[in-house]
């Protein structure tokens, strides 16, 4: 009874999204699913929805940014058509999610594969 109760507890945090501590991993291509594959695509190329999203797959434009800006156009956002998501991610989970993107196409930034430890 107490058991099932702690793991409905535990669902309940994970379903939050953003609930972060010790018994949650933060998972980059969990929050890239969610937030960003709608326009991006699963796999970085854009949906046919938002074919204006960029292309994430192709290594040329992520290469081109830092993770900073890549942090900066998540929290600002990108007129037009890239929504700003303001302080809602913390900056561990803009870690993860920045290397996630970066796996997308491979690019060689200094985050990338680090969701893979
Ligand atoms: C509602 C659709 C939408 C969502 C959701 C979205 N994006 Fe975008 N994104 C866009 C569009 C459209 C652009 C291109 C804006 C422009 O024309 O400069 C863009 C641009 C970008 C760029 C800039 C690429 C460059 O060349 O400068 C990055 C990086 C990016 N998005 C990452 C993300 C990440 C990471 C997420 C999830 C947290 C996300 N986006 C969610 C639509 C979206």
């Not at 992520?62 to 900073?68: G, R």
């Amino acid at each position: 009874m107490l058991r099932s109760a702690v793991v409905g507890a535990l669902v309940i945090a994970a379903a939050c999204g953003e609930a972060t501590g010790p018994e949650r991993e933060i998972s980059g291509q969990q929050l890239y699913e969610q937030y960003c594959a709608r326009c991006h695509g699963a796999d970085g190329r854009p949906t046919p929805e938002q074919p204006q999203a960029r292309n994430l797959a192709d290594r040329r434009i992520v290469d081109a940014l830092s993770d900073e800006a890549i942090f900066m156009i998540v929290q600002r956002g990108r007129e037009p058509g890239m929504p700003a998501f303001g302080d809602q991610f913390t900056e561990a989970s803009l870690s993860v999610l920045v290397a996630y993107v970066r796996s997308l196409s491979g690019s060689r930034g200094s985050h990338a594969r680090a969701d893979e430890r």
